[in-house]
C-alpha cells in the first residue's frame, strides 16, 4: 500500500439507542436523513470534499443495511485503487474473539489497518452528526500549531454548556483540561468528537490504553484524560458552521425540519460542497393535478396527489388525494392512502397507511413509525409504533 | 444470467434528424423525461435483458454522448469482460469521408470476432419501448430464423417510420420507406437479431462488394435469400424523431403514470443532485419534477429537469424545461422547450403552440 498522509477513521458501530425504532434494525449512521442521504453521507462526503480518500469504517451494531449502502465507497468517490472506503468490522484473531469495546478499542484492533499505509496523520470521525467540515484545514491548523492532538470544538450556549463534554483551554486553545458534563462549567467549548491525532502518538497511547484493566477503552474518558496528563500539545479548533447531534428523534426531526427554513443554515444545494449518496436511481418526482405543496423537500421516484405541508419526503413515496402531511418526515418508499393526516410524525422506510387514517397531532410529540409497519383505515395514531 | 446476445447501438441511422436539440449533441443524447437522455433507455434495456458486452456505434457530435456514458459505470457496463465499448466513426484523413453504418461494423469487426457471444442484438436510440430481447432471441432460435426483425403496431402516421409487410407465418416481405401511414398498420422497430458468424459474413460480403448500408444489404437485399422473420411487440413504442413527436411524447409521459411507472429503473448519469425545494408561492400541478429543483412559482403540466430554478410568480404551462435553465420571477413560458441551463429574464414571455413549440437554444438569455 502506498503512504498516506492522512487517513480517517469513522465510528460507526453505534446503536443509537436514544432513536428508537428508527434503529432497531439499523446502525445510527445508516438513519435516514434530508429526504435523500443516510447520515453517515455527511461525514463521508466531508472526506472526499477535503480530499482524503482513505476511509476505514468501523461497524459493528446492525451492519447488514450499513453494509449494503457502502459498498465499495463508490457513491463518495472512495472506490480507489490505493486505500479507499475499506469496512472494518470486529473480527476473530488468535488473541480472541471480541466486539469493539469502546472508540479506542475499535481503532486498536485495526492497528493494522493504519500500519499499511504509515500515515503521519489519523482523523477521527464518528456517524452521527449533519454538519460540513473542510478536514483539510483542520488538518492545516494542525501541522501549524505543532500540535500532538488536535480537537474540533464549538461553542455552545454558556447553559447547555453541562450537556457537553467541555475543554477549558489557555488563551492560543492549547487544552489544559476534559471535563465531562462539568456542573459549573468554565469553558464553553464543546467537543465534536473529531480528532486529528499524530499517528506515533496515537499508537503509542492505544497500545498503552489496550493494557490497561481498568479502561473503558473510550478516546473521551481515557485517550485523551492520558494524553493530558502527559502534558501533551492538544489544541482545540473552533468550528463555525451547522453542526447537530441527530442522536434524539426530536434532534433528528429538528434538523430534518432546519432544511426547510427559507434561508436554510445548512445549505445542500452547494455545488462547491455537494453531499454525495447512493443513488437509488427512480424517476422524476410525478406532482398530481390536485397536489399542493408548500415549504417541502420532496425527493425523486414520489407520487404526490394530497397536500404536504413543511414536510421532507424521500424517494418513492406515494401520497393520495385528500391527505395532508404536516410537519412530518417519511422515508422511503412509503404508501400513505387518501383522506390521511400526518402531523409532527417520522414515518420510517416501507410504511404503509391505509385511507382515513390519522398519524400525531398539530402540537403534540414528535411521533416514530417503525419501518415495513402497517397503519390500518381509519385508525388513529397518538403513540410511536415501534 | 448472462444472455446470448451481443448488444449494438447503432446511431449512424440518427443523422439529420430533430436538429432544433441536435445543434451541439447526437439524437441519443437528447435529454428526455426529466432526467435521461434518450439512449438511456436502450442502453438500460439491454442491462436489465443480461446483454452484459454493448458496443456503441456513433456517427458524429458525439461529444456530449461521451461524457454522458463514461465508462458505463451507470450502467453497470464497467466489466472487466465485455462490458461497454463506444466506436468513433469510420473517418480517415484518405477515406472519402462517411459511407455507411456497415463500413463502421467492418472497421471494428474485431469487436464481433472477439466477443463471446454468439448472436448479435442491434438497435437504434431513438425509439423508446421496453422489448424483451431475451423473448426475441428464445423465437429467433424457436422460429429457424435467419434474421429477426422486431416490429410493432401503430395508428399515428409517422415521417420516420417505415412500414413492414409479411407472407405467412411472420415472415417478412418488404421493409419500406421512411413514410409511415396508419394504413400500413406495423413498422420496423430497427431492432434485429442474427447470429453473429452470419452478421460477419453478411457484412464482408457487401463491403466487398461495396455495399455500405446494413437496412439495404443485410436486411432488403437478404428477404429472398434468407428467412427473415417478424417479432411483434406489443408494449408502447415512443418514436422520438421530430421536434413535434419530442413534444407530443413528453406530453404523453404526463397522461399516464403507468407509463412513468415503465421508466421507474431506467439508469442514467447520477448528479447528486438534493432533493427538491417547494418553498411559498409553488404551485405544481400534472407535471415530472426532477431533483435539484428550487420552486417558487407556478408550473403546470410540463417537466422540469434537474437543477431548474422558478422564481416567485413565474409561470409555466405545457412546457418543458431542462437541466440548470432559470426562469426568473414572473416571466411567463408556455409550450416551448428550454434546452440546458437557458436563462428567462424577469418579466419576459415565451409563448408557443400545443402545435408548434418554441425551442430556446442552451444557454440562450431571454
Redesign the interface.
Known amino acids: 500500500m502506498a503512504k498516506k498522509e492522512v487517513v480517517a477513521m469513522l465510528l460507526a458501530g453505534g446503536e443509537g439507542k436514544r432513536l428508537g425504532a428508527l434503529t432497531k434494525h439499523t446502525a445510527k449512521p445508516a438513519v435516514a436523513f434530508g429526504g435523500k442521504y443516510r447520515i453517515i453521507d455527511f461525514p463521508l462526503s466531508n472526506c472526499t470534499n477535503s480530499g482524503i480518500d482513505t476511509v476505514g469504517v468501523l461497524t459493528q451494531y446492525e451492519p447488514l443495511e450499513l453494509n449494503r449502502y457502502l459498498g465499495i465507497g463508490s457513491a463518495w468517490d472512495l472506490d480507489r485503487r490505493n486505500g479507499g472506503l475499506t469496512i472494518l468490522p470486529p473480527y476473530q484473531a488468535q488473541t480472541g474473539k471480541n466486539w469493539y469495546e469502546g472508540t479506542a478499542n475499535a481503532i486498536y484492533r485495526n492497528l493494522s489497518y493504519l500500519n499499511q499505509f504509515d500515515p503521519e496523520y489519523v482523523l477521527v470521525l464518528s456517524g452521527d452528526h449533519i454538519y460540513k467540515m473542510d478536514y483539510e484545514k483542520m488538518l492545516e491548523a494542525h501541522k501549524q500549531s505543532g500540535a500532538d492532538v488536535t480537537i474540533s470544538v464549538r461553542e455552545v450556549p454558556w447553559e447547555e454548556a453541562p450537556r457537553f463534554g467541555i475543554l477549558n483551554t489557555d488563551s492560543e486553545l492549547r487544552i489544559n483540561e476534559f471535563e465531562e458534563k462539568p456542573e459549573n462549567p468554565k469553558s464553553n467549548l464543546a467537543s465534536m468528537g473529531i480528532y486529528i491525532f499524530n499517528w506515533e502518538v496515537l499508537k503509542r497511547h492505544l497500545i498503552q490504553d489496550a493494557g490497561d484493566a481498568e479502561s473503558s477503552f473510550d478516546f473521551g474518558k481515557n485517550i485523551i484524560p492520558n494524553m493530558l496528563f502527559e502534558n501533551l500539545n492538544i489544541r482545540a479548533y473552533k468550528f463555525k458552521g451547522y453542526w447537530k447531534d441527530v442522536g434524539t428523534i426530536q434532534s433528528l426531526w429538528e434538523a430534518n425540519m432546519d432544511l426547510l427554513e427559507l434561508e436554510p443554515e445548512f445549505d445542500l444545494y452547494d455545488p462547491a460542497w455537494k453531499v454525495y449518496s447512493v443513488n437509488p436511481n427512480q424517476q422524476p418526482q410525478y406532482i398530481g393535478n390536485q397536489a399542493v405543496i408548500e415549504t417541502s423537500i420532496i425527493n425523486e421516484g414520489c407520487r404526490i396527489d394530497g397536500e404536504i405541508n413543511h414536510s421532507v419526503l424521500f424517494y418513492g413515496v406515494t401520497v393520495g388525494d385528500g391527505t395532508l402531511i404536516k410537519d412530518s418526515v417519511i422515508f422511503p418508499n412509503v404508501t400513505i392512502g387518501k383522506d390521511v393526516t400526518i402531523h409532527r410524525a417520522i414515518l420510517a422506510d416501507g410504511v404503509v397507511v391505509e385511507d382515513g387514517a390519522t398519524i400525531g397531532e398539530p402540537n403534540g410529540e414528535i411521533l416514530v413509525v417503525e419501518a415495513n409497519s402497517r397503519v390500518s383505515k381509519n385508525d388513529i395514531v397518538k403513540q410511536s409504533i415501534q | 444470467m448472462k444472455t446470448d446476445l451481443l448488444g449494438v447501438i447503432n446511431l449512424s441511422g440518427e443523422a439529420g434528424f430533430f436538429k432544433e436539440l441536435t445543434e451541439h449533441r447526437n439524437l441519443a443524447a437528447v435529454p428526455f423525461?426529466?432526467?435521461y437522455r434518450l439512449i438511456d433507455f436502450t442502453l438500460t434495456n439491454m442491462v436489465q435483458n443480461d446483454v452484459a458486452n454493448v458496443g456503441i456505434f456513433t456517427l458524429d457530435n458525439y461529444r456530449a454522448l461521451l461524457d454522458h456514458l463514461g465508462s458505463g459505470?451507470e450502467w453497470d457496463l464497467d466489466r472487466s469482460n465485455g462490458g461497454l465499448y463506444i466506436f468513433p466513426p469510420a473517418l480517415s484523413a484518405d477515406s472519402h469521408g462517411y459511407q455507411g453504418d456497415l463500413a463502421n461494423f467492418h472497421l471494428h469487426r474485431d469487436f464481433f470476432l472477439r466477443s463471446k457471444e454468439n448472436y448479435v442484438l442491434i438497435s437504434g436510440s431513438n425509439i423508446l419501448a421496453a422489448v424483451d430481447y431475451r423473448d426475441v432471441l428464445r423465437e429467433h432460435k424457436e422460429s429457424n430464423a435467419d434474421i429477426t426483425v422486431v416490429y410493432t403496431k401503430r395508428e399515428l402516421s409517422c415521417k420516420y417510420c417505415r412500414p413492414v409487410r409479411f407472407s405467412e407465418k411472420s415472415r417478412v416481405t418488404a421493409i419500406g420507406s421512411r413514410g409511415f401511414e396508419p394504413s400500413d398498420e406495423t413498422f420496423y422497430m430497427e431492432t434485429v437479431v442474427l447470429s453473429k458468424n452470419l452478421f460477419v459474413r453478411l457484412v464482408d460480403e457487401a463491403i466487398a462488394r461495396g455495399e455500405y448500408d446494413m437496412l439495404q444489404s443485410i436486411l432488403r437485399s437478404q428477404l429472398n435469400r434468407l428467412h427473415v422473420h417478424g417479432y411483434e411487440y406489443k408494449g408502447t413504442a415512443q418514436v422520438i424523431h421530430s421536434l413535434r413527436s419530442y413534444y407530443r411524447e413528453s406530453m404523453l409521459l404526463?397522461e399516464d403514470?403507468g407509463a412513468?411507472?415503465d421508466?421507474?429503473?431506467?439508469?442514467?448519469k447520477?448528479k447528486?443532485e438534493?432533493?427538491?425545494?417547494?418553498?411559498?408561492g409553488?404551485?405544481?400541478?400534472?407535471?415530472?419534477?426532477?431533483?435539484?429543483c428550487?420552486l417558487e412559482g407556478v408550473a403546470k403540466d410540463s417537466?422540469?429537469f434537474r437543477g431548474v430554478k422558478v422564481g416567485k410568480h413565474a409561470r409555466i404551462k405545457s412546457s418543458i424545461i431542462m437541466q440548470k435553465s432559470v426562469i426568473e420571477e414572473g416571466a411567463v413560458v408556455e409550450y416551448a422547450i428550454l434546452d440546458k441551463e437557458v436563462t428567462v429574464k424577469k418579466g419576459q414571455v415565451i409563448r408557443g403552440t400545443a402545435e408548434e413549440p418554441v425551442v430556446i437554444k442552451k444557454k440562450t438569455i431571454v
Open positions: 423525461a426529466g432526467r459505470k404526463l403514470w412513468i411507472n421508466f421507474q429503473h431506467v439508469y442514467t447520477i447528486h438534493p432533493p427538491t425545494r417547494y418553498l411559498p409553488s404551485k405544481i400541478n400534472n407535471s415530472l419534477v426532477a431533483n435539484g428550487k417537466i422540469l
